[in-house]
């Protein structure tokens, strides 16, 4: 299985929980970006410019919704 990655380039003032907040809704998730960066010192606040691997988790990961029982 190969893994998959989105890219981002860091702004002024990012941190990793804004970054996990932006591609996973949950800014908690920051560190399966942390593991796929480990090149990128782990700062408060990340400089500016700085090219990130972003992980496209598991769909186990992802928000699920229940589709009511009429559109099953």
Not at 15 to 42: F, G
Not at 48 to 57: D, E, F, S
Request: no cysteine; glycine share 2%; charged share 30%.
């Amino acid at each position: 299985m190969t893994e998959e990655f989105y890219s981002y380039i860091t702004r002024d003032g990012d941190r990793w929980d804004m970054i996990s907040q932006k591609y996973y809704s949950n800014p908690n998730l920051y560190e399966e970006i942390i593991k796929a960066n480990p090149e990128v010192p782990i700062e408060p606040v990340l400089d500016a410019g700085i090219k990130l691997k972003i992980p496209v988790l598991e769909e186990s990961e992802t928000i699920q919704f229940e589709l009511p029982p009429w559109k099953k």
